[in-house]
């Protein structure tokens, strides 16, 4: 059983930043390919950012490049969100994700576990 949990979230003014944690419960934590997603109120659940099982390997979405970091740290089984000069469209639930079979990828549909999302609200 993999459980996720989601922290960092909250409510901020257009030009801050926020970490985003999500500390896994597995029993090889690098053996999974972890990601973050967002959904805005009546929206489709999307991509922010993932990364691979060693680190070595990241994707994000185009509206995040620049500003968003994801990264990962083995000792502690969690994955981190940096979120800098965040703007209003960012305001979503962010959930964390894990792909049991290693991938690191923008298609939700490759990740098998799913935290229960933190909110991230950015007020202009």
């Known amino acids: 059983q993999v459980q996720l949990v989601e922290s960092g979230g909250g409510l901020v003014q257009a030009g801050a930043s926020l970490r985003l944690s999500c500390a896994a419960s597995?029993?090889?934590?690098?053996?999974?390919?972890m990601g973050w997603f967002r959904q805005a109120p009546g929206k489709e659940r999307d991509v922010v950012a993932a990364?691979?099982?060693?680190?070595?390997?990241?994707y994000y979405a185009d509206s995040v490049k620049g500003r968003f970091t994801i990264s990962r740290d083995t000792a502690k089984n969690t994955v981190y969100l940096q979120m800098n000069s965040l703007k209003p469209e960012d305001t979503a639930v962010y959930y964390c994700?894990?792909?049991?079979?290693?991938?690191?990828?923008?298609?939700?549909?490759?990740?098998?576990?799913w935290g229960q999302g933190t909110q991230v609200t950015v007020s202009s």
């Open positions: 994700t894990a792909s049991g079979r290693g991938y690191y990828s923008g298609n939700k549909d490759y990740y098998d576990y």
């Open positions: 597995v029993r090889s934590f690098s053996s999974y390919g």
């Open positions: 990364i691979s099982r060693s680190g070595g390997n990241t």
